[in-house]
Structures are given as structure tokens and as C-alpha cells.
């Protein structure tokens, strides 16, 4: 149970802006500092999945007046709006939001997971995407809103397995970011068919580089798997990171 609530969801200032003006003061021509958070979704999923959601129910019980959860998105897309606000008149203008939930979504033990079965997975992911959109809507135009599907790297190992393309229409195809940033350093991320669902508006960051081992990636290999990709996002949205 490391996240459950006590009370309603609100937000003052956020630590996070004294922590991005600390980081934009070191920026120069050649850089723009990021600012990294939780997406919007991570933090639905922290109080609906099966360890908390009776915390969570004592905060925001079920209404039948009410869609399912609908107070609960709504506290969570202000405060987010706050901060990103909050954020952006300090200065930020590329926001990467982490996300693990879709990664949780696509292994073998979802349903475990979220305590639920498959049409209720697909409830679920409509309602993260919802949640993820509805923060991003209405935000300046000149800030970037990238969003990276993490599987878990603490300590170098990792959290969730399975290729993406259980998600991938919907998400690769309806989130309403600038750019994907997805981890391929190895097998348990699946091909590159998935990446067919991209929509046109959208950058793909290919996670080929890893940071589990210490061995370094032979470069032709690397180029080939950037190619490979290229067959289903033009060569000119793709880019390359580590995972």
C-alpha cells in the first residue's frame, strides 16, 4: 500500500516546481530542461487497484447518480492541471509524463493485477485514457506533452512483460501526445508491428539502448532494428534513447 488515501485529492504547491526552476537554471542554447511526472493515469491506477481501493472508496464511495469514478477523475484532472499550470509559468515547456499502467495492462497477469476480467480491463484502459486526455486537453500549444511506457527498471531489473499491441490502437492511435517513448531493449516489449497504430501526428522514441547490462549494443544491429521499425513510422518521427 504505498499510495492510498486519506481525504480528498488537492494540491498547494507542488515540490516538484521549486525542483524544475532549480533544473530550467541551468538550461542553455543547446538544452531544455524536462520535467518528469507520474501520468495522470499511474495515478488512477495506484487508488483502484484491488490493494487500495477500499481506502479509496471510504473518500469516494459509489454513487449510481454518478458515472463510475467520475469525482474521483475529476479531483485528479484539476490537481494535475494545477501543477502543469504551476509548471509552465515557471518556465516549462516539455513535460514527459511516466506511465506504467499500460505495460501492466499488456502481461499475462492483468487481470490479477486489477483484481478484474478482460471486459473489465478494457473498461479500465478507455478510463485511463480518458483520465491521461482529459489533463492534456486545454494546455498552451507551446508545451510539449510526451508520455514514456515504463515496465518497471528499478535496480535494473523489471516489472511487466508482453508486446504492445494489446494497447496499441488505443493508445499509440488516441493519446493525445507530442511523442511515445517505448522501451525495445529486449524481448519482452514484442516487434515493431504494433507501431502500425501511431498516428500521423506523434514521434516514436525507440528504447533500443539498455541500461540493464553493461554490454554495449553492436551499432549495425541498432540501425537495422531502426529500419525495421521504419516500415511502419516514417525513418523522420523516429528518434532513439536508452529504455
Known amino acids: 500500500d504505498d499510495t492510498f488515501l486519506t481525504g480528498k485529492i488537492s494540491v498547494g504547491h ?3 516546481v521549486e525542483h524544475y526552476k532549480f533544473v530550467k537554471a541551468l538550461e542553455d542554447e543547446n538544452t531544455v530542461a524536462k520535467q518528469t511526472i507520474p501520468a495522470p493515469a499511474q495515478f488512477f491506477e495506484q487508488l483502484v487497484m484491488p490493494m487500495n ?17 467520475e469525482e474521483l477523475v475529476q479531483d485528479i484532472v484539476a490537481v494535475y492541471g494545477k501543477v502543469i499550470r504551476d509548471l509552465y509559468d515557471a518556465g516549462c515547456r516539455n513535460l514527459q509524463l511516466d506511465d506504467c499502467t499500460w505495460g501492466c495492462f499488456v502481461d499475462p497477469k492483468a487481470r490479477m493485477f486489477f483484481g478484474t476480467d478482460d471486459a473489465g480491463l478494457e473498461k479500465l484502459q478507455k478510463e485511463f485514457l480518458e483520465i491521461n486526455n482529459l ?17 518497471g527498471n528499478f535496480h535494473s531489473t523489471w516489472a511487466c512483460t508482453g508486446a ?3 494497447i496499441a490502437e488505443l493508445v499509440f492511435g488516441k493519446e493525445n501526445v507530442n ?27 525507440l528504447g533500443l539502448i539498455t541500461t540493464k547490462s553493461p554490454k554495449l549494443e553492436d551499432k549495425n544491429a541498432v540501425i537495422a532494428r531502426i529500419h525495421e521499425a521504419a516500415k ?8 532513439l534513447s536508452p529504455q
Open 53 to 69: 481501493i477500499e481506502d479509496t472508496r471510504k473518500i469516494y464511495p459509489d454513487d449510481e447518480e454518478l458515472i463510475a469514478d
Open 179 to 205: 511523442a511515445l517513448y517505448l522501451e525495445f531493449d529486449d524481448a519482452r516489449s514484442g516487434g515493431f508491428e504494433c507501431l502500425k497504430h501511431v498516428s500521423e501526428d506523434k514521434k516514436v522514441v
Open 135 to 151: 489533463v492534456i486537453e486545454g494546455q498552451p500549444e507551446d508545451l510539449v506533452i510526451n508520455t514514456h511506457i515504463c515496465r
Open 14 to 16: 507542488h515540490p516538484f
Open 232 to 239: 511502419y513510422v516514417p525513418l523522420d518521427r523516429l528518434y
Open 164 to 166: 504492445y499491441d494489446k
